[in-house]
Nanobody
């Protein structure tokens, strides 16, 4: 089993920044990919960003140039640096990890962008 613990969400004004963290622990052998998704009220969960084993990254068009995904492989931790936040970025953010052939999800952390 793999456990994911997220942190870093909160309330921020438009134009502000937040950094999310997601630490994976448990029976981890190889992490093939890590990512962030988000779900706003009344909407489906959507991809925000992913990073795969070789370090390649992928972003949703809506966050390109504003968000950066990174990882610390030694700590099995993935980060999401979010800059120039907009009200439409308000959502619950979930991290996921693909490891040992299984996709694991975190419990989610709320990000609210409002003045």
């Amino acid at each position: 089993q793999v456990q994911l613990v997220e942190s870093g969400g909160g309330l921020v004004q438009p134009g502000g920044s937040l950094r999310l963290s997601c630490a994976a622990s448990g029976s981890i052998f190889i992490i093939n990919a890590m990512g962030w998704y988000r779900q706003a009220p009344g909407k489906q969960r959507e991809l925000v960003a992913t990073i795969i084993r070789d370090g390649s990254t992928n972003y949703a068009d809506s966050v390109k140039g504003r968000f950066t995904i990174s990882r610390d492989s030694a700590k099995n931790t993935v980060y999401l640096q979010m800059n120039s936040l907009k009200p439409e970025d308000t959502a619950v953010y979930y991290c996921n990890v693909f490891s040992n052939g299984v996709l694991y999800w975190g419990q989610g952390t709320q990000v609210t962008v409002s003045s």
